[in-house]
């Protein structure tokens, strides 16, 4: 079974321009979760998506969005970017959604730089 | 607001040493607690999971972590680590208030000397 993937692995853009990030979760997972990962802040959580919808959003400004398809896949947007947006974008697929037991399997990550 | 705290922010010890990785939470209800790895240039895995039931959990690769309730913690043990256990740590809990997302610890990064 292959594992979460995602697209771009690497990524460098300009502030104020915008970029889109694509996570393909493992087959048959409807759940998909994005995490930013900065040295300085560690592992925080952006938004889940379960079947097309949005379920849970953490603490991030409106700037970052997301949204799921029909097969799962996810993809995720920052607009005008920032300095401070440089960092590891973590995708993670699971089973189900809202759940104690669910065990989510993470992507390789993108890595987003932004001069 | 829910936390996670790891004491130990890097961490440098010798092959065939003993390992212990400190987590503490703060939540005071029922909690479900993880440890995953990040291998350098790999993906984040799970080690080990506590949902409910005996204390003390066992993971892969000889991992093992003992939920202490009354103290809110949730350390990670290995009893001899080997130079293939360097690697980035973190702890992580769910809570139904986190609507069950993950909330993480700031990790910590081990060496092992060969």
């Known amino acids: 079974k292959a594992g979460v993937t995602q697209t771009p692995r690497y990524l460098i853009k300009t502030r104020g321009q915008q970029v889109t990030l694509s996570c393909s979760p493992i087959?048959?997972?409807?759940?998909v979760s994005w995490y930013q990962q900065t040295p300085g802040q560690g592992l925080q959580f952006l938004f889940e998506?379960?079947?097309?919808?949005?379920?849970n959003k953490g603490n991030f400004p409106g700037r970052f969005s997301g949204r799921q398809f029909s097969n799962s896949r996810s993809e995720m947007n920052v607009s005008t970017l920032e300095l401070g947006d440089s960092a590891l974008y973590l995708c993670?697929?699971?089973?189900?959604?809202?759940?104690?037991?669910?065990?989510?399997?993470f992507g390789p990550g993108t890595r987003l730089t932004v001069l | 607001a829910q936390s996670v705290s790891q004491h130990n922010h890097h961490v440098i010890l010798s092959e065939a040493a003993s390992l212990e990785l400190g987590c503490n939470y703060s939540?005071?209800?029922?909690?479900?607690l993880f440890w995953y790895v990040q291998y350098p240039g790999q993906h984040l895995q799970l080690l080990l999971k506590?949902?409910?039931?005996d204390p003390l959990v066992k993971g892969i690769k000889g991992f093992e972590a003992e939920f202490i309730k009354s103290k809110f913690s949730f350390n990670l043990r290995k009893p001899s680590v080997q130079w293939s256990d360097t690697a980035e740590y973190f702890c992580?809990?769910?809570?139904?208030?986190?609507?069950?997302?993950?909330?993480w610890g700031a990790g910590t990064k081990l060496i092992i000397k060969p």
């Open positions: 993670a697929s699971s089973l189900r959604s809202g759940l104690a037991d669910n065990e989510q399997f």
């Open positions: 087959s048959g997972h409807r759940s």
């Open positions: 998506y379960f079947s097309e919808t949005q379920r």
């Open positions: 939540y005071g209800g029922t909690v479900n």
């Open positions: 506590y949902f409910s039931g």
């Open positions: 992580a809990v769910k809570t139904r208030d986190s609507n069950y997302q993950l909330i």
